[in-house]
């Protein structure tokens, strides 16, 4: 049966196959089952590549033979020959010499052993030869494992070396490269050892950053340089401590850098500050710095303080600051108990104590100020890295719990609870500035404040407490508690401003340091930031400060335009202007300073006011017309620009300034003005005089020719010489300068002058009627003239009073028809009046404009 089925399978046709190497391999069905989806493009271009190799190797073949061609032929050649002998001879030996075979065998043994030994001798000939070249291969072969291995073997001293450059982040990235070493599956000693000592390394350089965190004089970038490379290297060294006991992780390594400054008592990474102990490996980095910054600003603070009380102690006792006694005696006498004969030696110093007292206050002021300045910027630079470094804790945290909730909800809510309550113990950068920065710093200003200030201002609600030298003597703590003089309180002046600037820096900076919420995020409650007491205080020390110096600069500013208006006549507006524009200059709270400057404008107007009506007295009426020229000068440019100045400076709260130096000042000019006119009316009262009359008889007066010439009344000459006289003088002193009515000075001196005079001239004629009543139509063509050259600045009072002396003139005269007996009838009376006119022309030219 079995042979019947075997003989049925070998006849039964076989079936096709896909595979290339089977001899049943059928091309059709191969490209129908394996390439239906390929494109015909596709398998020609396949079949190209297969012909071009196919081609490729037929051509490397080709190109072997030809290039061995020749030992090709000599090969070919030579087996031929041998073949050829080998038949012939074994032909010739089975017929002729049947032991040719065995000598052909023996010379073949002798041959061999003959390579046998040279072989041998060649061993032991080039035996150190070949000993050496071995070694050398031993060698070429280590030296190119160590060539591959190099850059791992040079870790440990690269990151000593850049331990000693200070340069960690070359540190770490060394390290991370020795990390590829598997410490548990690497069987090299020598690549273990590395990985040690790299360890070591990097032990070093984590102690070295810490010092850089604890280090109070290290930059701001410096730090943030070490806050990173120590979370990067705290990072690689998570497996290392795991894996090592506590005492092998905190065991302490001194380096030049670390030595004498941890005590070896404590724990690796403890700092001890001012009495406050901090670990730094409790936290992490950012948190840490944080911690030993604000520690270390907290602690200079109290030494600034403690500070500025010993060198006002010292200088009280009689030491300088230069530590020197400046008693004649080291006894520690007190200034009750200090001999008569030094008496005056003991007042000297008294003052001096008191100003150098005051000088160690604007010392103390500076230096706290600088203080302020150096180390709130450094600390917003580390409360900002704690922050971003708390966001991306807390976010991992949260994504940890989230994960470990989905794959096991049971063993993950331990841990998640651990984490959590780990992460609510450990304080945040808002809580650090909350509790440590925001009352060292509140104390600071304090300090700052007391040491610039002294005391409050009169009526001011806010109040500066004592920092230091409560327990010091009465008269100390008067000095210390008294407001500094005008110098030193604009030195002052000007820390205080620097200090609120950097503290409303800050503070507005606080902005981004916020509390956290359990997923990273910021919480979203209101805020408060914690430096916003702070900004208040130095604010309102501020406020006071250049309160106190615009009063100091306006008392300085009346004192010196009170001398030159006492002393030279001037109103020196421009002093009163540039003292309001160096305020403008150094104020920073001008608006909050309003009220002061306002009331030192008026002060130093009013002083000036003063000086001027000092200066006029026991002077003549130059003088007055001088000042009445300074103020109408200072209220028409001066007062100008110091209102708008002003304006400019409190952003226009001060409205009613401008009134209130006008009425001062116009006050002065109007009183000093009169007092001119006054005296103007008593001159002309004085010289507006009719004089001697003469009669002259009918017979002289017919006798006189017609070309004899009649002079000039001298009354007349008088009083026009007398108008004259006032017109030029305050044209000399007031030129065009109007009052604030819009006259002109000049206009009301020449009204005043001319008034005087046809007022006095009238009443004279009516009082000596009886003498002028034979020449009355003369006197009545002078007062003609005088009421057509002086009409333009006659009150409308004196031109009545003119016209009815002129008609009582005309109603006495010699036929009550008033042609003028003494000058000739007719038209003898008109050419009287144009003679006149004629005489008087150079005075009509000198009123004229």
């Not at 030296?143 to 591959?148: C, E, G, N, S, W």
């Not at 108990?337 to 007042?347: F, L």
């Not at 306002?598 to 009013?606: A, L, N, T």
């Not at 108008?723 to 003088?729: F, G, N, T």
Request: hydrophobic fraction near 35%; include cysteine.
């Amino acid at each position: 049966d079995k042979g019947e089925e075997g003989a049925e399978s070998k006849e039964s046709p076989s079936l096709p196959s896909i595979l290339p190497t089977s001899p049943d391999f059928d091309p059709i069905l191969f490209l129908t089952l394996v390439h239906r989806n390929t494109s015909y493009r596709e398998l020609q271009d396949s079949t190209s590549r297969l012909s071009r190799k196919t081609d490729n190797q037929v051509e490397r073949l080709q190109n072997l033979v030809r290039d061995n061609f020749a030992l090709f032929i000599r090969c070919s050649e030579g087996i031929d020959v041998f073949a050829e002998q080998s038949g012939s001879r074994s032909r010739n030996s089975r017929s002729e010499h049947p032991s040719d075979n065995a000598q052909l065998d023996n010379r073949f043994g002798k041959l061999d052993s003959i390579a046998e030994l040279c072989t041998e001798q060649a061993r032991k000939s080039f035996k150190p030869l070949l000993d050496n070249t071995n070694e050398v291969r031993k060698v070429q072969s280590a030296l190119a494992v160590l060539q591959r291995v190099a850059p791992l073997l040079q870790v440990p001293s690269l990151m000593r070396q850049h331990i000693e450059n200070a340069n960690f982040s070359s540190v770490v990235k060394a390290y991370r490269k020795v990390l590829v070493i598997d410490k548990n599956h690497c069987d090299v000693d020598l690549l273990q050892y590395v990985r040690a000592k790299a360890g070591e390394a990097a032990q070093d350089a984590r102690q070295d950053l810490e010092l850089i965190l604890a280090d109070e004089t290290s930059s701001g970038n410096s730090l943030l340089d070490a806050i990173r490379d120590l979370g990067e290297l705290l990072e690689l060294l998570e497996e290392e401590e795991e894996s090592k006991s506590g005492a092998s992780v905190n065991k302490s390594v001194t380096t030049p850098r670390s030595s004498g400054h941890a005590s070896n008592a404590l724990k690796g990474g403890t700092f001890t500050i001012d009495r406050h102990v901090i670990c730094v490996r409790d936290y992490p980095p950012a948190l840490s710095c944080l911690f030993l910054q604000t520690t270390h600003f907290r602690s200079l603070v109290d030494k600034a303080i403690a500070s500025t009380e010993t060198t006002c102690e010292r200088i009280f006792r009689g030491e300088g600051l230069d530590n020197t006694s400046n008693h004649s005696s080291t006894g520690g006498t007190s200034s009750s108990e200090v001999s008569s004969a030094g008496a005056s030696s003991q007042r000297s110093r008294d003052k001096r104590w008191k100003f150098e007292v005051l000088e160690a206050r604007v010392d103390a002021t500076k230096s706290a100020v600088a203080l302020a300045k150096n180390w709130l910027p450094r600390l917003l630079q580390i409360g900002l890295a704690t922050q971003e470094a708390e966001k991306r804790r807390m976010a991992r945290q949260h994504r940890r719990q989230k994960m470990s909730a989905l794959s096991a909800p049971t063993s993950s809510s331990s841990t998640g609870e651990s984490d959590s309550h780990a992460g609510k113990n450990m304080m945040s950068a808002h809580d650090v500035f909350k509790s440590i920065v925001n009352l060292a710093l509140t104390r600071l200003v304090e300090h700052i404040a007391f040491c610039s200030l002294g005391c409050a201002n009169q009526g001011s609600k806010v109040r500066i407490s004592s920092t230091f030298g409560k327990g010091s003597s009465d008269r100390l703590r008067v000095i210390l508690k008294s407001p500094l003089p005008p110098t030193q309180t604009g030195k002052s002046a000007s820390d205080l401003a620097e200090l609120a600037e950097a503290i409303q820096e800050s503070n507005e900076s606080m902005l981004t340091i916020r509390s956290l919420s359990e997923d990273g995020e910021v919480a979203k409650v209101a805020y408060h930031s914690p430096l916003e007491k702070c900004s208040q205080l130095t604010d309102d020390a501020v406020i006071m400060i250049e309160q106190r110096v615009c009063i100091y600069s306006f008392d300085a500013c009346a004192r010196k335009c009170s001398i030159s208006a006492s002393g030279s006549g001037v109103f020196d507006g421009d002093l009163l202007l540039q003292c309001v524009q160096k305020l403008s200059d150094d104020l920073t709270r001008s608006e909050e300073c309003s009220k002061e400057i306002e009331k030192g404008c008026f002060m130093v107007s009013q002083k000036c006011c003063e000086g001027l009506a000092g200066y006029v007295k026991d002077r003549s009426d130059a003088a007055r017309l001088r000042v009445v020229a300074e103020c109408a000068n200072a209220l028409n440019t001066t007062i100008v620009d110091v209102v708008r100045e002003v304006s400019y400076l409190t952003n226009g709260q001060s409205e009613s300034l401008e009134s209130n130096l006008s009425s001062v000042i116009s006050v002065l000019e109007r009183d000093m003005f009169d007092v001119f006119l006054k005296s103007v009316k008593r001159n002309v009262s004085a010289c507006a005089r009719l004089g001697l009359i003469e009669n002259l008889s009918t017979d002289e007066q017919q006798n006189k020719g017609p070309d004899e010439s009649v002079p000039f009344p001298p009354y007349l000459a008088a009083s026009f010489l007398t108008i004259v006289r006032c017109r030029a003088q305050v044209e000399r002193a007031l030129r065009d300068l109007s009052r604030t009515e819009g006259t002109t000075y000049q206009f009301l001196a020449l009204q005043t002058a001319s008034d005087g005079v046809v007022e006095n001239i009238c009443l004279e004629l009516k009082s000596k009627l009886s003498h002028v009543r034979p020449q009355a139509d003369v006197f009545s063509i002078h007062l003609q003239f005088l009421i057509s050259t002086l009409k333009k600045y006659l009150s409308d009072e004196v031109l009545s009073l003119a016209s009815d002396t002129r008609r009582m003139l005309l109603s006495a005269s010699t036929g009550g028809r008033g042609t003028g007996k003494g000058m000739g009838n007719g038209p003898e009376g008109l050419t009287a009046v144009e003679n006149l006119e004629r005489l008087g022309r150079v005075y009509v030219m000198c009123l004229g404009d």
